[in-house]
C-alpha cells in the first residue's frame, strides 16, 4: 500500500483502513462492538448538550429581560470546582474537564449575547 493508493488507508497515515481485508476477523469485531458504543454515548451527548443549551437559552431570556450581564464568573467558578471534583472521581482528566466547560459556556455567554442585543433592539 502506498500513499498514491486512495482509499486504502485513513488519511494522513499509512496505516490500514479497518474496512480492508486482512484485518483480523476478531479485531474487527471488536472494534465495531466498541465503535457501537462509541456512536451511542455520542448521541447521548449530543442529546443532554441539546437539553442543556434548551436550559441556558431560558436562562439568556431571563437574564435579558431583566438586565443581568451574560456572564456570572462566580458561577462559573463553582461549575469549575465542581465538575473537577466530579471528573476526577470519575477518573475523567479534571484540566479536560474544565476546558470542555469552558468551551460550552463561551458558546453560552455568545448566545445571550445574542439574546440581550435582541431584547435591546425590541424593547428600544
Ligand atoms: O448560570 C448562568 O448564569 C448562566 O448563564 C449559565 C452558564 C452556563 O452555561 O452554565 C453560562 C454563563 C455564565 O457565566 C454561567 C453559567
Known amino acids: 500500500m502506498t500513499k498514491s493508493d486512495p482509499g486504502t488507508s485513513q488519511p494522513g497515515t499509512d496505516a490500514p483502513s479497518t474496512d480492508q481485508p486482512g484485518v483480523d476477523e476478531a479485531v474487527r469485531a471488536e472494534l465495531n462492538r466498541l465503535r457501537e458504543s462509541i456512536d451511542n454515548i455520542d448521541a447521548a451527548v449530543v442529546h443532554m448538550l ?9 436562562v439568556g431570556v431571563l437574564k435579558a429581560e431583566h438586565q443581568l450581564p451574560p456572564a456570572d464568573p462566580a458561577r462559573e467558578s463553582r461549575q469549575i470546582i465542581r465538575l473537577r471534583e466530579l471528573a476526577a472521581s ?28 435582541e431584547t435591546r433592539d425590541s424593547t428600544g
Open 90 to 117: 470519575a477518573r475523567l482528566d479534571p484540566a479536560f474537564a474544565e476546558k470542555l466547560l469552558n468551551f460550552i459556556i463561551a458558546e453560552v455567554i455568545r448566545h445571550h449575547e445574542t439574546i440581550a442585543g
Open 50 to 58: 441539546a437539553e442543556r443549551f434548551k436550559c441556558t437559552q431560558q
